[in-house]
């Protein structure tokens, strides 16, 4: 049993042969996938893949890059999805001070507001953050008391950082960056967290791990992420597997 946190499977790139990507994640041992939205049309797109096959589950939100696009009819839009059975999570949003395809302002504001309507609905967050290490702890921290909850998608910090963002309660997913032989930081998180924090994702299409590095990323290729995870750990597959399904569940309530 496994569980992919993190995909996009309403992106083109699936457009084809999604069927068979589904098959493959199936056959791989992939027990639920939750396929993430990143503005209005992606989060309509996913929570209708979420409809259509009972182990898909969906968020809906406003991607960091998408940020100078949302408006407050949109957010209602947004809002009036959230409550469907099916959407178990409000992101990803966050910031992302790496690429700024969004100007910052827009960015925080729109991060803002999004917190605000996932405590509102009573929904896990999930959190994309690059670049922006502190801004994005100080926004969490101070909603903490507000029961703000959720995940670091794709982390790319360090421990004490992982540890400063799982002392107020978020999980840390690993991506599969962390099979990439230069990988030292994702590498030494993956091994020392506690496990009952720690999610798994692909983040498909993008990111694929080793050894299907260079290639489109799809659910399936989870397992090379776990395996990489349980090895740094020294632990069986089948334990991080398990606990990471728990983990996953737990937080968005599947
Ligand atoms: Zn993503």
Redesign the pocket.
């Known amino acids: 049993m496994l569980i992919d946190s ?1 995909a ?1 499977l309403d992106l083109k790139d699936f457009q084809k042969d999604l069927d068979e990507v589904l098959e493959r994640a199936i056959q791989e041992g992939l027990s639920h996938i939750i396929t ?1 939205g ?1 503005d209005l049309e992606s989060s309509r797109k996913a929570l209708k893949l979420a409809h259509q096959y009972e182990f898909i589950f969906s968020s809906i939100g406003f ?1 960091p890059h998408d940020a100078d696009k949302m408006d407050a009819d949109q957010l209602n839009q947004l809002s009036r999805m959230a409550s469907d059975p099916k959407v178990v999570g409000w992101g ?1 949003i966050g910031l992302d001070f790496f690429k700024n395809f969004s100007p910052r302002e827009k960015q925080v504001d729109a991060f803002n507001q999004q917190l605000d309507l996932a405590v509102e609905h009573d929904l896990p967050v999930i959190i ?1 953050n690059r670049d922006a290490h502190q801004e994005t702890y100080e926004t969490l921290r101070k909603r903490k008391d507000k029961g703000a909850r959720g995940v670091i ?2 982390f790319s910090g360090d421990y004490d950082l992982a540890m400063r963002f799982m002392d107020m309660g978020y999980y840390i997913s690993i991506p599969g960056t962390v099979t990439y032989s230069k990988a030292s930081n994702i590498q030494d998180v993956a091994a020392r967290i506690p496990l009952e924090r720690m999610l798994v994702e692909t ?1 498909a299409p ?1 990111l694929a791990p080793v050894p299907k590095r260079g290639k489109r990323n799809e659910p399936a290729f989870v397992i090379h992420t776990a395996k990489k995870i349980a090895e740094l750990r020294g632990m069986d597959f089948e334990e991080v597997a398990r606990q990471t399904s728990e983990n996953t569940r737990k937080l968005f309530g599947i």
């Open positions: 993190h996009h993430i990143i991607h990803e994309h998608h794709c983040d993008f």
